[in-house]
Nanobody, 127 residues
Framework: QVQLVESGGGLVQAGASLRLTCAAS????????MGWFRQAPGKERALVAA????????YYADSVKGRITISRDNAKNTVYLQMNSLKPDDTAVYYC????????????????????WGQGTQVTVSS
């Protein structure tokens, strides 16, 4: 089992940058493919970005390609989401998720594939 704690959210103006951090407990972080989701008011939770256990393969939603980068540091049990050129449409609660995946090089790209979730961190982008 793994526990996930997100941090780094906040209120920023359009065009600004934020880096979200997800700290995972336990000694088996390398066993998990990781993802970042977001949920805006009245909308379903949607995948933003995902990264494989190895950290060598990533996936991005079309709406964030070129602006957002996911990365992980397996030595620190941490996954990051660097968000640049933020837009008001990026406003949402951002969740970190973990999938105890057998695949070393494949990101998990479906919500149902994730086994563990953090509590979320609010990102608000003003225009």
């Amino acid at each position: 089992q793994v526990q996930l704690v997100e941090s780094g959210g906040g209120l920023v103006q359009a065009g600004a940058s934020l880096r979200l951090t997800c700290a995972a407990s336990g000694r088996t972080f390398r066993s998990y493919a990781m993802g970042w989701f977001r949920q805006a008011p009245g909308k379903e939770r949607a995948l933003v970005a995902a990264i494989s256990r190895s950290g060598t393969r990533t996936y991005y939603a079309d709406s964030v390609k070129g602006r957002i980068t996911i990365s992980r540091d397996n030595a620190k049990n941490t996954v990051y989401l660097q968000m640049n050129s933020l837009k008001p449409d990026d406003t949402a609660v951002y969740y970190c998720a973990a999938d105890q995946s057998p695949a070393l090089f494949a990101p998990t790209t479906t919500r149902s594939g994730y086994d563990y979730w953090g509590q979320g961190t609010q990102v608000t982008v003003s225009s």
